[in-house]
Antibody, heavy 115, light 109 residues
Framework: QVQLVQSGAEVKKPGASVKVSCKTSGYTFTGYYIHWVRQAPGQGLEWMGWINPKSGDTIYAQKFQGWVTMTRDTSISTAYMALSRLTSDDTAVYYC????????WGQGTLVTVSS | SYEVTQPPSVSVSPGQTARITCSGDALPKKYAYWYQQKSGQAPVLVIYEDNKRPSGIPERFSGSSSGTMATLTISGAQVEDEADYYCYSTDSSGNHTVVFGGGTKLTVL
């Protein structure tokens, strides 16, 4: 079965960077875009961007351009999302997801930014 | 930038029909997708491509789209349907840029 398994919770200080992984299984990794979506406490879903695992091409939401980096390692069917220059506003649950008609989400990774 | 708009809240009594709207300028050309999210859980897709229901989603969930508005309808809403609902679509740029609506809190009581 299709699974997206994310790395564990992180606590970071303001100004630091974080990198979240999303290991996939049960399907051809290079066949579907991986999207990243975040949700701050008590807030809605916010789309951050996607990566095409086959080509490595990325599209980022305008808000995150210059600030987020999405990469992948096809040898281990894993996608990554790195966010730099963290502030308290980046405290959120970060999800990787395969959006579309066959829709799958990771379990979410809580990133807490606190001094 | 492209925006998708939902009402912040909708309230119905059990057994009534709940309708949640989603408006966006790209919707005449782009599909709407709908998620249900309960507290502390990842979103669950309940409608895709405007009006298709994934397997395992109850038949009381349906979707429609006309012009710049898509609608999620829950016919005979049940207490367990109380949740946050989000729509999304892609914009018209051709880059498959996803935009979520702000979410609608459905109260069933």
């Amino acid at each position: 079965q299709v699974q997206l398994v994310q790395s564990g919770a992180e606590v970071k200080k303001p100004g630091a960077s974080v990198k979240v992984s999303c290991k996939t299984s049960g399907y051809t990794f290079t066949g579907y875009y991986i999207h990243w979506v975040r949700q701050a406490p008590g807030q809605g879903l916010e789309w951050m961007g996607w990566i095409n695992p086959k080509s490595g091409d990325t599209i980022y939401a305008q808000k995150f351009q210059g600030w987020v980096t999405m990469t992948r390692d096809t040898s281990i069917s894993t996608a990554y999302m790195a966010l730099s220059r963290l502030t308290s506003d980046d405290t959120a649950v970060y999800y990787c997801a395969r959006l579309g008609t066959e829709d799958y989400w990771g379990q979410g990774t809580l990133v807490t930014v606190s001094s | 930038s492209y925006e998708v708009t939902q009402p912040p809240s909708v309230s119905v009594s059990p057994g009534q029909t709940a309708r949640i709207t989603c408006s966006g300028d790209a919707l005449p050309k782009k599909y709407a997708y709908w998620y249900q999210q309960k507290s502390g859980q990842a979103p669950v897709l309940v409608i895709y491509e405007d009006n298709k229901r994934p397997s395992g989603i109850p038949e009381r969930f349906s979707g429609s789209s006309s012009g710049t508005m898509a609608t999620l309808t829950i016919s005979g809403a049940q207490v367990e349907d109380e949740a946050d609902y989000y729509c999304y679509s892609t914009d018209s740029s051709g880059n498959h840029t996803v935009v979520f609506g702000g979410g609608t809190k459905l109260t069933v009581l």
